[in-house]
């Protein structure tokens, strides 16, 4: 997994590796009750035991507090 966010196309980008594809399923799991919470929703992809989540505010065009926020909670899960 790595340990920080990268910056790509205005996007704050992060992929996370799990063992196996369930630990992977349960931790979108939980980003998804967050995205709820923080009525931010990420875009993201899953392959097996990868998840790769890419934050940015649509409306705006960039990287905003929103995005750092939910970031910020995804990492303390």
Same mark, same amino acid.
């Given at each position: 997994?790595? &340990? &920080?966010?990268?910056?790509?196309?205005?996007?704050?980008?992060?992929?996370?590796? !799990?063992?196996? !594809?369930?630990? +992977?399923? +349960? !931790?979108?799991?939980?980003? +998804?009750? @967050? /995205?709820?919470?923080?009525? %931010?929703?990420? #875009?993201?992809?899953? /392959?097996?035991?990868?998840?790769?989540?890419? @934050?940015? &505010? %649509?409306?705006?065009?960039?990287? &905003? #507090?929103?995005? @750092?926020? @939910?970031?910020? +909670?995804? #990492?303390?899960?």
């Amino acid at each position: 997994m790595t &340990t &920080t966010w990268k910056t790509e196309n205005n996007k704050l980008v992060k992929e996370f590796i !799990f063992q196996d !594809f369930k630990q +992977a399923w +349960a !931790f979108m799991s939980r980003v +998804a009750e @967050l /995205s709820e919470q923080y009525n %931010h929703h990420p #875009d993201w992809y899953n /392959s097996y035991n990868k998840v790769r989540i890419e @934050l940015t &505010t %649509h409306d705006q065009g960039k990287i &905003t #507090d929103k995005d @750092l926020q @939910l970031a910020k +909670a995804i #990492d303390e899960l």
